[in-house]
C-alpha cells in the first residue's frame, strides 16, 4: 500500500513508518518533527519563525498537495496536523479526502474530544483537565478549553471525526473520549516503540531519576510536582539518589541523556504510560507515572505490572520514589518487567501489523 502519515507526534509516525516499511509498504512522513524534538520526516512541513512563517508554510504545502493524491492510505495525527489555523486547514483535509482512497484520525493528544470529555462527561477519575468532580483551573488548562470549546479548531475535529475511515486511539484515556461518539470506528492500537536488545542496567550505589520538562508544559502535566516530589526525596537521601534533569532539548540529546537512569518520572496525570514513558521502559527504565488497571485491562494484559503507579499528588510521587530509592533491590524485576512489557505489547513490527489490518479492513 501507498500511506502518507501527516503530522508527528512524539515519534509515533516516524517509528509507525519505520514498522510499516518493514512488512512492504510504500510509506511517506510529512512533518514538522514535532516542533524543538525534530524526529525524522521525508518531507519537512515545520513553519519557520517571523509573521510570514504561515504564509511560507501554506504555500510549500500548496506545492506538495499535487503529490498528496492517489494514497490507499493517508493518515493525520491530530485535526490540527498542520501549523496552520483551522480555517486553513479545512480546505487542504477536503482535497486529502477527495483524492485519496481512505483518511484515518489518530487520537493520540490533545482535541476536542479529549477538552470536552474531561471537562463535561469526566470518564476518568483525573486527567489533565479534572481532579474527581473537579475542574482544573491552572492557566495552561484553562488555555487548552479556551483554544478547543467553541472554536473552529473544535469543529474542524468534529467534522474530520465524522467524515474519516476510521479512528485511531493510542492511549486508553483518548479511546474513552472517542467511542462514546464513534463505538464501532474507533479502534484502540498501542503507540509503537523501537527497541534496542539489551539487558537492564545494575541499579549503582545511586539510584538514577530522570524527569523530562517541557517547555511552557511543566503545570499541565504535572511536571512541577514530580519534580518538586524528586528534589525532596534527593534533599533527604544525598547518598541514595541521584537526579537527572532534561529541559527542551533534541530528541537525540534527550534521550543520551535519558539512557544513564534506573527511574523516570513522567504524566502526573496520564492513566498509561505515553511514547516518552514507552521509550524510556523498552530501555529497562522503570516509569513512575500513569498505570492504572483500565490501562492494563484494554490490552489484556494480567500478569506484567511494570509501572508504579501513582496519584495526581506530591505525597504520592514522593512516597512511590522513596520506597524505590530506599530499596533498589525492587528495580530489577521492574527493570526486566518493563522491556516484556513492550515487547509484548508495542514492538513496532507488531503494531505495525495491527495498522496493516485496519487499513485493509
Not at 512541513?45 to 493524491?69: E, I, M, N, Y
Not at 470506528?185 to 520538562?213: D, E, L, M, N, Q
Not at 539518589?241 to 518520572?265: H, I, N, S, T, W
Request: include cysteine; charge should be positive.
Amino acid at each position: 500500500m501507498r500511506i502518507l502519515l501527516l503530522g508527528e507526534y512524539s515519534n509515533v509516525h516516524n517509528t509507525l513508518a519505520q514498522g510499516l516499511r518493514e512488512l512492504g509498504h510504500d510509506v511517506t512522513v510529512a512533518s514538522n518533527g514535532d516542533f524543538w524534538k525534530n524526529y525524522p520526516r521525508d518531507i519537512d512541513l515545520a513553519r519557520s519563525d517571523g509573521k510570514l512563517g504561515g504564509v511560507r508554510l501554506l504555500a510549500k504545502v500548496c506545492c506538495q498537495l499535487p503529490r498528496w493524491r492517489g494514497y490507499d492510505v493517508v493518515q493525520l495525527i491530530n485535526p490540527m496536523f498542520l501549523e496552520l489555523k483551522a480555517e486553513r486547514i479545512g480546505p487542504i483535509y477536503h482535497y486529502l479526502r477527495r483524492h485519496n482512497r481512505k483518511i484515518l484520525l489518530g487520537a493520540f493528544g490533545m482535541d476536542w474530544y479529549w477538552v470536552n470529555e474531561c471537562v463535561t462527561r469526566k470518564p476518568l477519575r483525573y486527567s489533565d483537565f479534572n481532579i474527581g468532580k473537579a475542574l482544573r483551573t491552572d492557566e495552561p488548562a484553562l488555555r487548552e478549553r479556551r483554544d478547543w470549546l467553541g472554536t473552529a479548531k473544535g469543529r474542524l475535529n468534529q467534522l474530520i471525526a465524522r467524515e474519516c475511515d476510521a479512528i485511531v486511539s493510542g492511549l486508553y484515556e483518548y479511546h474513552v473520549c472517542y467511542t462514546p461518539y464513534f463505538p464501532t470506528k474507533t479502534h484502540f492500537i498501542p503507540f509503537p516503540i523501537r527497541s534496542v536488545s539489551v539487558t537492564p542496567a545494575p541499579v549503582g550505589a545511586k539510584v538514577k531519576v530522570f524527569i523530562g520538562i517541557s517547555k511552557g508544559r511543566s503545570v499541565y502535566k504535572g511536571t512541577d510536582i514530580m519534580l518538586r516530589a524528586a528534589e525532596d526525596v534527593l534533599k533527604q537521601f544525598p547518598d541514595r539518589m541521584e537526579l537527572l534533569k532534561a529541559e527542551g532539548l533534541p530528541f537525540a540529546e534527550y534521550q543520551r541523556l535519558m539512557d544513564g537512569a534506573d527511574v523516570l518520572l513522567d504524566q502526573l496525570y496520564g492513566y498509561t504510560p505515553a511514547m516518552n514513558a514507552l521509550l524510556a521502559m523498552s530501555k529497562g527504565i522503570v516509569c513512575v507515572g500513569g498505570g492504572e488497571p483500565e490501562g492494563y485491562a484494554l490490552l489484556g494484559e494480567d500478569t506484567l505490572r511494570p509501572i508504579v503507579n501513582v496519584e495526581p499528588s506530591f505525597e504520592s510521587v514522593r512516597n512511590k520514589l522513596e520506597q524505590l530509592v530506599l530499596h533498589p533491590d525492587m528495580l530489577q524485576d521492574l527493570k526486566t518487567q518493563s522491556m516484556a512489557y513492550i515487547s509484548r505489547h508495542h514492538d513496532y513490527i507488531k503494531v505495525a501489523r495491527q495498522y496493516e489490518a485496519l487499513y485493509i479492513k
